[in-house]
């Protein structure tokens, strides 16, 4: 079952490097069809001759997409994310207790006689700092 997740998960990546590729040998060869428009015939040759490699990538995208899409792939690969979610979600009660301590503290900080402290402590400064 995790053999199958990563192996979708990889897969997926692998159409996502695809596509990008895909989409680079199109935007070359519009960049070599205004190189030849406005002339540029070296620039145009050199642009077309780098996508050109690229046109490979336009035809994987399908295959593996109906390869992601099985139905014993989808099937495993949900069932493994149905397990690593019960498992993230009991361990999030651990994570619980860091959201605690800080209301405490907070608590603590903005008692009176700690407020009326730092104030009397701040006018005290002030009071010094003039005398000097």
């Known amino acids: 079952m995790t053999y199958k997740y990563?192996?979708?998960e990889l897969v997926g990546l692998a159409i996502v490097v695809s596509v990008v590729f895909g989409v680079?040998?199109?935007?070359?060869?519009?960049y070599a069809l205004m190189a030849w428009?406005?002339?540029q015939d070296s620039i145009a040759h050199v642009f077309f001759h780098e996508s050109f490699y690229f046109i490979a990538f336009l035809i994987p995208p399908y295959f593996l997409?109906?390869?992601i899409n099985r139905p014993d792939l989808v099937s495993a690969a949900q069932q493994?994310?149905?397990s690593i979610?019960?498992?993230?979600f009991h361990e999030s009660f651990y994570f619980i207790a860091f959201l605690?301590?800080?209301y405490f503290l907070w608590k603590f900080i903005n008692r009176p006689d700690l407020v009326s402290a730092a104030q009397q402590y701040q006018a005290?400064?002030?009071?010094?700092?003039r005398s000097l």
Do not use: G, M, N, T
């Open 100 to 102: 605690i301590p800080p």
């Open 65 to 67: 997409w109906k390869f």
């Open 80 to 82: 493994y994310q149905a």
């Open 37 to 39: 428009c406005e002339h």
């Open 6 to 8: 990563y192996l979708r």
């Open 124 to 129: 005290s400064k002030l009071e010094l700092e």
């Open 85 to 88: 979610a019960h498992v993230f």
């Open 24 to 30: 680079l040998s199109v935007l070359l060869d519009l």
